[in-house]
């Protein structure tokens, strides 16, 4: 079954969840995962990818925004993540309706009052379908 983590941060402003998504896929591809970042749109995946092109800089992490790439992390929006089914970073307000093809999905929460209410109401959607859901409060 789909393991749900929710990674809270108490920052708020722009770029807090680009850096917890940022960090958590660091993370996962350290540890030999392939990761899906779900974007709002094309928009948002190409400005996460330039985002990532210049921070942090003191490390790299290969991604790409196209599906059918090699990259082990790739930046998608849309209905179809392609073959992945690893890790799913989701960025939007909503759960993808492919969320329970994933091994792992992780949710970002920054101390913004809107994303807040959007990440309770994806708890509460999680909860009620019985995936195992757990929480880390980030820095």
């Not at 092109?53 to 998608?76: E, M, R």
């Not at 960025?91 to 969320?99: I, K, S, Y």
């Not at 994933?102 to 379908?129: D, K, L, P, T, W």
Request: charged fraction near 25%.
């Amino acid at each position: 079954m789909t393991e749900v983590t929710f990674y809270l941060s108490n920052k708020a402003g722009d770029g807090v969840r680009q850096a917890l998504a940022w960090r958590i896929a660091d993370k996962a591809l350290k540890q030999g995962r392939l990761v899906y970042i779900h974007c709002q749109n094309e928009a948002h995946a190409r400005e996460l990818d330039d985002a990532f092109w210049h921070t942090p800089k003191t490390g790299f992490l290969p991604h790409a925004v196209h599906q059918d790439s090699p990259a082990p992390v790739i930046l998608g929006h849309g209905s179809d993540p392609g073959d992945h089914h690893d890790v799913l970073i989701n960025l939007t307000d909503q759960v993808p309706d492919f969320a329970s093809r994933f091994q792992r999905v992780a949710e970002m929460i920054s101390g913004e009052e809107n994303e807040r209410q959007a990440g309770r109401q994806r708890f509460r959607f999680y909860r009620e379908r019985g995936f195992p859901v757990t929480t880390h409060e980030l820095g």
